[in-house]
């Protein structure tokens, strides 16, 4: 079965960036969807440990739908911050798989910077609406989400802008709510991305979520989970771009030999299996970390460096994988969609400049020494 939707459905969705709905219902039915909620939504109740279980073994596969699976971030949100009636109404339809939703935060001016400048697209309050306005660019399945949780500009004049950040929730068919497909792009052809744009795009005042102009300590506290799934996805990627590798250089011949059998591929195969077995321990330990209630700084640092050390390790393992394959690789192959999709891997929710900041940020926190 993994065979099959490698080399046939998981290249016939990257070609076609077509969403492997068939697949991600599939995976509903078998409670891959929402493995951290709670059970009376149709989760599965577990934790951070199992939701990187679950992230890694999907990636050695295909990454497209790997990526999917969390609900690309309504999910914990909902939970962690949503009132019971938004439970009750969004959560069981998409563990179901019947649906899929998004979170909407990057804009086209600001990128990283989520809170520093504040955000271009706002919400003010018209009567009993929400009245929101603006641009939010690379949203993960954003054209196909019925729900999207949106982060707006409540308050122009908080200072820092980011205390003035709230997130509502807005669904699909809103007027004056529009989405536009974002392709081509280079890897992750399966997931869809989409700009979407908001022209007095009325919505209930009971669609805000949380707290009211404190959207952006909510994502941030979510950003401390999610990282480290993404991390684990990572790891997955490497792996499975690695095992290809393995496997490979005991069947590809030159000069009449085996390339198993050259010193620099052993070399190769060593570093990448070293690699990738760091990022998993420190992916792990960090979603132990978790688990475990821990310190929230701690746990900040250790996401971060999970996140920007397995990052790395993908796009550097699945580049000697190619190197490994040589031509072979490079042609359409399960390994050149790995090699593309790692690419990813350092920008979403987070890019490795970010990660490094906050890790650098929080080591001269913990030694009480003035913060860069």
């Known amino acids: 079965a993994e065979k099959e939707f490698t080399s046939e459905k998981g290249r016939e969705h990257d070609q076609n960036y077509q969403f492997p709905w068939e697949f991600y219902r599939k995976a509903a039915k ?3 969807l929402g493995v951290s909620l709670p059970e009376k939504y149709g989760g599965q109740g577990l934790g951070c440990i199992e939701a990187c279980i679950v992230n890694e073994e999907f990636n050695r596969v295909d990454s497209t739908l790997a990526g999917l699976l969390s609900g690309v971030g309504f999910v914990e949100l909902l939970e962690l911050y949503g009132t019971d009636q938004q439970k009750e109404k969004y959560l069981p339809r998409i563990v179901k798989g019947e649906t899929t939703c998004a979170m909407a935060l990057t804009e086209p001016k600001h990128g990283s910077d989520a809170g520093g400048t504040g955000l271009d697209t706002t919400a003010v309050k018209d009567g009993d609406s929400w009245k929101i306005n603006g641009a939010k660019t690379f949203i993960t399945c954003g054209d196909i989400a019925e729900w999207i949780i949106v982060c707006c500009q409540t308050d122009p004049n908080a200072n820092p802008p980011h205390r003035g950040v709230t997130q509502i929730i807005v669904e699909k068919g809103t007027p004056g709510f529009e989405t536009t497909s974002l392709k081509p792009k280079m890897g992750m052809r399966g997931s869809p991305q989409a700009d979407l744009s908001f022209s007095d795009a009325r919505v209930p005042l009971s669609n805000l979520l949380g707290q009211e102009n404190r959207g952006f300590h909510q994502i941030m506290s979510y950003f401390d989970f999610s990282r480290t799934p993404i991390a684990a996805g990572a790891v997955g990627i490497a792996q499975g771009s690695f095992e290809r590798a393995l496997k490979y250089s005991t069947e590809r011949e030159q000069f009449f030999t085996p390339i198993h059998r050259f010193q620099f591929t052993q070399w190769k195969v060593a570093e990448m299996a070293m690699k990738i077995e760091t990022a998993r321990l420190l992916t ?23 996140k920007a050390y397995a990052a790395r390790t993908a796009k550097e393992v699945t580049d000697e994988a190619m190197q490994i394959h040589g031509g072979y690789g490079y042609v359409d192959s399960d390994l050149e969609r ?4 790692a690419r990813i891997m350092d920008i979403i929710e987070g890019t490795g400049e970010i990660q490094r ?3 650098a940020r929080e080591s001269y926190r913990e030694l009480n020494l003035p913060l860069p």
Do not use: E, N, P
């Open 284 to 306: 792990y330990k960090t979603a132990w970390l978790i688990d475990q209630k821990r310190d929230a700084k701690t746990i900040t640092k250790y996401a971060s460096m999970a």
């Open 30 to 32: 078998l409670g891959f």
């Open 338 to 341: 790995y090699y593309r999709d």
């Open 357 to 359: 900041y906050i890790v």
